[in-house]
């Protein structure tokens, strides 16, 4: 982690010293909106929200990691205790419709 950290670092100063030797006036044009900006301010904007992007992606990848497994194993017994309901419920559903009133009336022997 932390050689990430230092390289992630060394490339920020490159990309900052880059930035700043290529300073000159940039248009940028987005739809009706037109706007004169430094150069070096585009390309530090541009990296900040790469970086910030970054950092909360990998937060989300770290968060996941950390999660509890037993959370997923959860929803397995679900789906078996679905299942075994469904079984008990086609084995049963003959006697439960023979005791209903309206089954004794239509099918009395």
């Given at each position: 982690?932390q050689?990430?950290?230092?390289?992630?670092?060394?490339?920020?100063?490159?990309?900052?010293?880059?930035?700043?030797?290529?300073?000159?006036?940039?248009?940028?044009?987005?739809?009706?909106?037109?706007?004169?900006?430094?150069?070096?301010?585009?390309?530090?904007?541009?990296?900040?929200?790469?970086?910030?992007?970054?950092?909360?992606?990998?937060?989300?990848?770290?968060?996941?990691?950390?999660?509890?497994?037993?959370i997923?194993?959860?929803?397995?017994?679900?789906?078996?205790?679905?299942?075994?309901?469904?079984?008990?419920?086609?084995?049963?559903?003959?006697?439960?419709?023979?005791?209903?009133?309206?089954?004794?009336?239509l099918?009395?022997?």
């Amino acid at each position: 982690m932390q050689k990430i950290l230092l390289l992630s670092f060394i490339l920020a100063i490159l990309a900052v010293i880059f930035a700043i030797q290529n300073s000159g006036p940039v248009n940028l044009v987005f739809y009706f909106w037109r706007i004169d900006l430094p150069l070096a301010l585009v390309i530090v904007f541009s990296m900040t929200i790469g970086a910030v992007l970054g950092i909360l992606f990998l937060y989300q990848e770290e968060r996941r990691r950390k999660l509890p497994n037993c959370i997923k194993p959860k929803n397995k017994p679900v789906k078996e205790k679905e299942k075994e309901l469904n079984q008990d419920f086609n084995k049963n559903a003959g006697k439960i419709y023979k005791k209903l009133p309206a089954f004794n009336i239509l099918y009395a022997n």
